[in-house]
T-cell receptor, first 113, second 114 residues
Framework: GDSVTQMEGPVTLSEEAFLTINCTYT??????LFWYVQYPGEGLQLLLK?????DKGSNKGFEATYRKETTSFHLEKGSVQVSDSAVYFC????????????FGKGTSLLVTP | DSGVTQTPKHLITATGQRVTLRCSPR?????VYWYQQSLDQGLQFLIQ???????AKGNILERFSAQQFPDLHSELNLSSLELGDSALYFC?????????????FGNGTRLTVT
């Protein structure tokens, strides 16, 4: 079935560093792609999404571009803050499961002052 | 605040027992999804309901069942519990069930089976 693979963490960065978290997908059709963030003790929050090729999702300084040619949806941020420390999940919508989201394993990010 | 409410927040029970987890979706959302999050399996989709009807099944065990009621709240029933069922159980809701309807998650119920 449709699936996503994201880079394993943990990722540790200094404040103001550049962030990239890689995500690639395998799908038979053209799924929508999402990034979710999970802060400790909380549920997942939608960070950004893209619904078709070449779409760029952006929110709170984070960006990701839907690349059909490389089947990728990498998450980037130019300057991370300590408050960005969380677990980040890449996901795609699976039309064969009622558009439930198939998630990657998650990437833990720790930003140090 | 996502608007999705899950109760209880924590649940501790013994092997062989049965528990019920409850979810109230965001106002107006018709779809409810249940997920299990564990360290080894990550986030696993269990089951989806749309306006009271089951629409999709994922990796849900036969010991588990769910339903969505006319007021759109949903319950996940877990029976004959095993140690391996210890996990975080999330409910999510969305307005529709299409590819452009993002899921909004509750804060989860942490189940511990002893």
């Amino acid at each position: 079935g449709d699936s996503v693979t994201q880079m394993e963490g943990p990722v540790t960065l200094s404040e103001e560093a550049f962030l990239t978290i890689n995500c690639t997908y395998t799908a038979t059709g053209y799924p929508s792609l999402f990034w979710y963030v999970q802060y400790p003790g909380e549920g997942l929050q939608l960070l950004l999404k893209a619904t078709k090729a070449d779409d760029k999702g952006s929110n709170k300084g984070f960006e990701a571009t839907y690349r059909k040619e490389t089947t990728s949806f990498h998450l980037e941020k130019g300057s991370v803050q300590v408050s960005d420390s969380a677990v980040y999940f890449c996901a795609l919508s699976d039309p064969y499961s009622g558009y439930a989201l198939n998630f990657g394993k998650g990437t833990s990010l720790l930003v140090t002052p | 605040d996502s608007g999705v409410t899950q109760t209880p927040k924590h649940l501790i029970t013994a092997t062989g027992q049965r528990v019920t987890l409850r979810c109230s979706p965001r106002s107006g959302d018709l779809s409810v999804y249940w997920y299990q999050q564990s360290l080894d399996q990550g986030l696993q989709f269990l089951i989806q309901y749309y306006n009271g009807e089951e629409r999709a099944k994922g990796n849900i065990l036969e010991r588990f069942s769910a339903q969505q009621f006319p007021d759109l709240h949903s319950e996940l029933n877990l029976s004959s519990l095993e140690l391996g069922d210890s996990a975080l159980y999330f409910c999510a809701s969305s307005a529709g069930q299409g590819r452009n309807s993002p899921l909004h998650f509750g804060n989860g119920t942490r189940l511990t089976v002893t």
